[in-house]
């Protein structure tokens, strides 16, 4: 019996891989954890939350409304099921867990596309953990989903090419922004700048952003050292490094980290090979030019398989639903797939261009002090993380969690896997290369404990 392709993600390259699916004549079942599809750069607001796309996506406008065009032209041929969280997987089910209800279900699969997309990049710093300090996309999912500022006085802060896009938006939106603090430094974009030209209008966009905040008076530093978060409660202040100078700025709010991470928990637990990706910092899901990964019937595409941005995740998606179609015996149009191939190979250039404008603050462990919260689900510091290699000699990220506990809260190690492995790296005296990544496990991000199986489901 035939089992309908599922699509996990419901951004770009989601959407992309669906319509794809369907213009071959395929109904796919495609599982968005949001309650709309679009993703997080384009994230729709609720059906009764009117608001004109150039507010909601700036420069970004024209795509989203292609992108949500895309959805909702076919919506009637497929199987769309919003809110459905897929907390678990193995060979031919996932577990889905359906949130308005909390009803958790098995959804069969034969041929898989993940699209799970990307999250952000924290490197702690004192005082992170202050009600009002926000992570960079948590602060540009309140400006888009609700409309809602995360403060009247906000602060950004890290590095990444988000840095600025959210700090732009917040602006254009009205908000208050009292300046952008960023750890790069201008000699480290100008260094970049060979490789930035080879997609001018995108890097034409970023120059655009920085260039508005300028003229409207926000403050942009950069080749700063983050300190600390000041309040009493709640946040007030942030502390930096800038030039030898420790300085001051009051706040109510902050938003921060240091580019994107892949969501690639769900890879993991299929079983697909990993390997570590210098440019990107992090071990990554294995995938072949057009999406395929090292176990049959599972695709990998967009940023959960590696930060590309979301043009790239756009191609990745249609890429992907070819080389499932193909591998079902379908006809494609194998010039298309040449070329899709051609514009993601072409984005490497740009995409190194990117970590050398922004590049990982290497000495973060170093500097980040004993008593520094790491893992706030477990409360572990990065005392008690040198403490334990001190101790016992680990080198290994998993050896770390089962002596330290870190990585084993509510956001199984998405939050806190990177600072960990950064410090265990430091304090072995290893890179960061060989201390090996988080394990997946499930649920992959938080469920209720009250959770009911769908009636007749015994599988989940």
């Given at each position: 019996m035939k089992i309908a392709p599922v699509i996990v993600g419901a951004g770009p390259a989601g959407i992309r891989a669906a319509q794809t699916l369907v213009a071959h004549g395929l109904r796919p079942v495609l599982l968005d954890e949001a309650a709309r599809a679009g993703g997080q750069?384009?994230?729709?607001p609720p059906?009764?939350?009117?608001?004109?796309?150039?507010q909601l996506y700036g420069t970004e406008a024209g795509r989203a409304v292609a992108v949500h065009a895309a959805i909702d032209g076919v919506m009637d041929r497929i199987d769309y099921r919003p809110d459905s969280l897929v907390w678990n997987a193995q060979a031919g089910s996932l577990d889905v867990l359906h949130?308005?209800?909390?009803?958790?279900?098995?959804?069969?699969?034969?041929?898989l596309i993940v699209a799970t997309g990307a999250t952000d990049r924290i490197l702690p710093v004192p005082g992170w953990t202050l009600p009002g300090v926000y992570s960079l996309g948590g602060s540009q999912v309140a400006l888009k989903f609700q409309g809602c500022a995360i403060?009247?006085?906000?602060?950004?802060?890290?590095?990444?090419?988000?840095?600025?896009?959210?700090a732009y938006q917040y602006a254009k939106a009205g908000a208050k922004v009292v300046a952008v603090l960023d750890t790069s430094g201008l000699l480290d974009q100008a260094a970049a700048l060979p490789g930035l030209v080879t997609q001018p209008v995108t890097f034409g966009k970023g120059l655009y952003y920085l260039g508005w905040l300028q003229t409207h008076g926000v403050p942009v530093h950069r080749g700063v050292q983050p300190l600390r978060m000041l309040g009493d409660g709640h946040v007030?202040?942030?502390?930096?490094?800038?030039?030898?100078?420790?300085?001051t700025l009051a706040c109510d709010a902050v938003g921060f980290g240091h580019a994107l991470r892949s969501e690639s928990q769900l890879a993991d637990l299929l079983g697909c090979r990993f390997g570590f990706s210098p440019v990107q910092r992090a071990h990554l899901p294995e995938r072949d030019a057009a999406g395929r990964s090292s176990i049959d019937g599972v695709y990998l595409a967009g940023d959960g398989a590696g930060i590309m941005g979301a043009d790239a995740a756009e191609w990745a998606g249609e890429r992907a639903?070819?080389?499932?179609?193909?591998?079902?015996?379908?006809?494609?149009?194998k010039g298309r797939a040449a070329q899709l191939e051609s514009k993601l190979a072409g984005l490497m250039p740009f995409r190194r261009g990117l970590e050398r404008?922004?590049?990982?603050?290497?000495?973060?462990?170093?500097?980040?002090?004993?008593?520094?919260?790491?893992c706030r689900c477990e409360n572990i510091t990065a005392g008690d993380?040198?403490?334990?290699?001190?101790?016992?000699?680990?080198?290994?990220?998993?050896?770390?969690k089962a002596l330290s506990r870190v990585g084993m809260g509510r956001c199984q190690g998405r939050m806190c896997g990177v600072a960990a492995a950064e410090l265990l790296a430091h304090a072995a005296g290893v890179p960061v290369a060989q201390v090996g990544r988080l394990r997946g496990q499930a649920p992959i991000k938080p469920i209720p404990m009250g959770m009911t199986v769908a009636a007749g489901d015994e599988t989940a």
């Open positions: 750069i384009y994230r729709r059906a009764h939350f009117k608001r004109p796309a150039e949130a308005p209800t909390a009803v958790t279900r098995s959804v069969p699969w034969q041929r403060g009247s006085k906000v602060v950004f802060m890290g590095s990444g090419p988000l840095l600025y896009l959210v007030e202040a942030v502390v930096f490094d800038h030039g030898g100078t420790e300085r639903a070819l080389a499932l179609l193909a591998d079902e015996g379908v006809s494609i149009d404008a922004f590049p990982f603050p290497t000495g973060w462990a170093a500097q980040a002090p004993d008593d520094l919260v790491v993380l040198r403490q334990v290699v001190r101790q016992t000699g680990a080198q290994e990220m998993n050896r770390l």
